[in-house]
């Protein structure tokens, strides 16, 4: 059973405007989520993650919200570059247990010029 | 800093052989996964090792796959035999730091395709 969901497998978006990727989990036992970028024929590269402990965090243009009620997370960027466009997996762990990531099936993101 | 090397990038067997992928971690990470991705699917988490031992193979599929991490340092995934759901992008990632989950670098992974 899938842990971790992504139920957007694309998105465009236009150049210079805001790209949402949601991600939303089942286990309460995740305390620490991830945001992975990646490329064609590259493995997935981290972005910026967040504790449970926190709702939200911040890196340049990237940020991460958390709604640990709503067992959601969402990566916002803005102002999206066409640089940008590649698949973005939502991940998670549980630090106090097995040390494995948990991902999501991935969001083909693509900004347009 | 050299990254994670994976061999082969890509690899076309035929059901019923025998294929081994080849993992060269960071060095001095001790912390080294394998994680495959099914198209379409998630990326899921086959294996953890620390150093040489087995820390985690509860996401190994079946008996048909086995994981050795000779001396600490490079790993090797053997399918034997292959079946068609075989199939997929298999990844490998280290850590240095058991405890900085993020801290997990990807190789760039070999596309196995069984046919």
């Known amino acids: 059973d899938q842990q971790v969901k992504q139920n957007s497998p694309s998105l465009s978006v236009q150049e210079g405007r805001i790209s949402i990727l949601n991600c939303d989990y089942t286990?309460?036992?995740?305390?620490?989520f991830l945001w992975y970028k990646k490329y064609p024929a590259e493995g997935p590269t981290f972005l910026i993650s967040?504790?449970?402990?926190?709702d939200k965090n911040e890196d340049g243009r990237f940020t991460v919200f958390l709604n640990k009620s709503a067992k959601h997370l969402s990566l916002h960027i803005v102002p999206s570059q066409p640089g940008d466009s590649a698949v973005y997996f939502c991940?998670?762990?549980?630090?106090?247990?097995?040390?494995?990531?948990?991902f999501g099936t991935g969001t083909r993101l693509t900004v347009i010029p | 800093e050299a990254g994670v090397t994976q061999f082969p990038s890509h690899s076309v067997i035929e059901k019923g052989q025998t294929v081994t992928l080849r993992c060269d971690p960071i060095s001095g990470h001790d912390n080294l996964y394998w994680y495959r991705r099914v198209m379409g699917k998630e990326i899921k988490f086959l294996l953890h090792f620390v150093k040489e031992s087995k820390q985690d193979e509860s996401g190994m599929p079946n008996n048909r796959f086995l994981a050795e991490r000779t001396g600490g340092t490079y790993s090797t995934l053997k399918v034997q035999p292959a079946e068609l759901e075989d199939s997929g992008v298999y990844f490998c990632?280290?850590?240095?730091?058991?405890?900085?989950?993020?801290?997990?670098?990807f190789g760039p992974g070999t596309r196995l395709t069984v046919t």
């Open positions: 286990n309460s036992m995740f305390d620490y």
């Open positions: 990632a280290s850590s240095q730091d058991l405890n900085m989950a993020y801290e997990q670098y």
């Open positions: 991940a998670a762990s549980a630090l106090t247990g097995a040390n494995n990531l948990f």
């Open positions: 967040i504790s449970s402990i926190k």
